[in-house]
């Protein structure tokens, strides 16, 4: 019965779509016929090994595109390729522990097994908190079951995204709706528009299948053993993707998931199926796909929520755009949320920069009218005009609004496709920044509105050996050099710009993401720390075993201090100072007479640093040539009474504490003890 719709098929394939011999792409269809051929003769017979693995099947008429039915597998392997995987399943598994269970339980279930050195059970769990997780692993996103559509809007080639499901009762009427969709490719640029496409009922697929979930299965065994792997869907991707994971042997799948994922133009999956692209960047470490993704993903936060916390808020299935949203793992999700934030904060910062009275130093203007304050306040004007205006407008450039339209209709459903020149007016000036549009208008704008202030004005100008020209130069080239810096970042993958975004992230934003992505997360959770204020007057200031202000605080009201034991301060004799290194407090101890009268406080600590380390460094000379025991005993009798904290008023400049110890006196009692 199986030779029959295998038969028919095959002849529909060669009238309708290819001919093998004919045509280029026969050998990924001989492939692809040879992976399910291999799958299906799978057996003891066709093998060899010493290790039997058993994949059961559960019982009900599921099909494969030839019409043959899914039962259970038997087959040979090598378990020296098993341990070669470095997998901790399959270690486990073939220790003796696990081989004495398994054995039991098949002599229970009283079915012949040939006799082999091992025995590798490998069907998947039917219940518990183990299938559970699965499921959610290996449950697909609607736009990785949807991707197939690709083939048709985006022309990626059918062997990359096309392939049917595992379970396929309808080949035939699946292949006769792909065809149909074919013939009506219409649109823009002879690419079907998402709209005009008929989903076809055949094309709908579970988002998690057990049949399609022990197929990826026999098939990662098969990789195991021969090395190839037929990826021929995005779903097949995905499941094999997740299925390598679970079973701990990334290493077998990742060349071809990663050769899947660039293969042009099927790049395009990571700016569609962004969140799907970096669940599995992230298990697989796999860097370009990871920042590109990421930078997809942050920018899109950004822009959507410009006043949202870190906390976040329930999402809508589509994106402000119209991308269809997909779930992303707890862990990306954190380095997302940081650095939406981050990059939030850093259009503001732009946003603010553009205007204020600055902006000829943001931007590097070098030829700046110091000694004209009227002149700078027109330029300065001038610059804020073509800035604001390039923010506030609504109604430039529909051309571009519209073929960015025209081409997100590509991979949006018509009922989510809203014209970007009904969503546009509704962003924010700091929303804007993150748009190509903004960078547009503002180059343009820049380039082509010369400052004027009057015939009279432009000729003083000119007399004054002001060059307006020069300027309105130099003024158009800084804001394109800034626009390069936003529009164009070298990409990680050559993405085609679906959305309306720009990507330039920083090294601000890719701190968040771990080492292997580039980031700087190594795992102790550092890097989402807030960072460390300034001190309110500048110096000293740092990180360390105690947080220092730069701000000096004296212990009493009193003009003298004392030393709090040896918990709070450690104290080195150095002569005429004594250098205090105090939990909290500054390096040396300033006068609250000083403070009181107006003493320049960072000028005053950093001289009172440098002349103590100077003396310091001279005091340990001498200390060189004094007797060790001189010392001890000097220190041994030595209290914090003896000393005069005492401030010198003879010294407007620093704050100098003395005390009186002499050590080149020998000193009076000595306790040999």
Not at 459 to 473: R, S
């Amino acid at each position: 019965m199986a030779s029959e719709p295998d038969h028919l098929g095959n002849r529909i394939e060669q009238l309708l779509w290819i001919n093998p011999v004919n045509d280029s792409n026969g050998p990924a269809e001989e492939r692809q016929q040879a992976d399910l051929r291999r799958l299906q003769n799978l057996s003891v017979e066709t093998t060899s090994g010493d290790t039997l693995v058993i994949v059961q099947f559960p019982t009900g008429h599921f099909v494969d595109c030839d019409g043959r039915k899914w039962e259970t597998k038997e087959f040979l392997m090598d378990s020296e390729k098993l341990r070669a995987t470095g997998s901790s399943v399959f270690a486990e598994k073939l220790s003796p522990e696990a081989q004495a269970q398994v054995r039991r339980r098949l002599d229970r279930d009283a079915k012949p097994h040939i006799h082999t050195r091992y025995v590798l059970d490998l069907t998947p769990p039917s219940e518990g908190d183990e299938l559970a997780s699965l499921v959610v692993d290996l449950s697909l996103s609607y736009g990785t079951r949807d991707w197939w559509w690709s083939h048709i809007a985006l022309r990626i080639s059918k062997f990359l995204v096309s392939g049917h499901d595992d379970v396929c009762p309808q080949h035939i009427d699946v292949f006769a709706s792909d065809m149909r969709a074919g013939s009506s490719r219409r649109g823009f640029s002879d690419v079907m528009i998402r709209g005009d496409l008929d989903y076809p009922e055949t094309r709908k697929i579970e988002d998690y299948c057990p049949i399609r979930h022990r197929a990826a299965i026999i098939r990662l065994l098969m990789a195991i053993s021969y090395g190839d792997l037929v990826l021929n869907s995005a779903p097949r991707m995905i499941t094999m993707a997740m299925v390598a994971k679970s079973l701990d042997c990334v290493g077998v799948v990742k060349d071809h998931v990663l050769s899947w994922l660039l293969a042009e133009p099927n790049q395009n999956f990571i700016d569609v199926n962004t969140e799907d692209a970096l669940n599995i960047a992230w298990v697989y470490e796999l860097r370009a796909v990871a920042r590109v993704a990421f930078r997809v993903l942050v920018v899109e936060r950004a822009i959507e929520n410009p006043g949202r916390d870190i906390a976040g808020n329930t999402e809508s299935r589509q994106t402000i755009f119209g991308r269809p949203r997909g779930s992303i793992n707890e862990e990306p999700e954190t380095c997302i949320q940081h650095a939406a934030q981050k990059l939030r904060q850093r259009a503001e910062d732009l946003l603010a920069r553009l205007k204020s009275d600055d902006i000829n130093t943001f931007l590097g203007i070098k030829r700046w009218p110091e000694h004209d304050p009227e002149l700078c306040r027109r330029l300065r004007a001038h610059m804020h005009d073509v800035a604001v205006d390039s923010l506030a407008k609504n109604d430039a450039y529909q051309v571009d609004l519209a073929g960015f339209t025209r081409y997100r209709a590509r991979y949006v459903s018509a009922a989510d496709l809203v014209p970007l020149r009904d969503t546009y007016p509704g962003l924010s000036h700091a929303q804007r920044i993150l748009t190509p549009w903004f960078w547009s208008l503002f180059r343009t704008s820049a380039e082509s509105r010369r400052p004027y202030f009057g015939a009279q004005a432009q000729l003083d100008l000119l007399a004054a050996g002001f060059d307006i020209e020069a300027f309105h130069t130099e003024f158009a080239d800084a804001v394109l050099n800034l626009s390069a810096q936003w529009m164009y970042p070298d990409l990680e993958v050559s993405i085609v710009r679906t959305g309306p975004l720009i990507f330039a992230l920083s090294d601000e934003e890719f701190k968040f993401l771990p080492l292997w992505a580039g980031g700087l997360d190594d795992g102790t959770g550092t890097v989402f720390q807030p960072d460390v204020p300034d001190a309110e007057h500048g110096f000293p200031i740092g990180p360390g075993p105690s947080f220092h202000t730069g701000e000096t605080i004296p212990e009493d009201d009193e003009a003298s201090s004392t030393v709090k034991g040896s918990d709070d301060a450690a104290t080195a004799p150095t002569g005429a100072f004594t250098d205090s290194v105090t939990k909290g407090y500054s390096v040396n101890a300033t006068a609250p007479s000083q403070m009181a009268a107006g003493i320049d406080h960072d000028a005053a600590e950093g001289s009172v640093l440098a002349a103590a380390t100077a003396q310091l460094a001279l005091t340990t000379s001498q200390q060189s040539a004094v007797q060790g025991d001189h010392l001890a005993a000097h220190l041994s009798t030595a209290s914090p009474d003896n000393f005069d904290w005492t401030i010198d008023s003879d010294d407007e400049e620093l704050s100098t504490i003395h005390y009186d110890l002499d050590f080149d006196d020998e000193p009076e009692d000595i306790d040999d003890t």
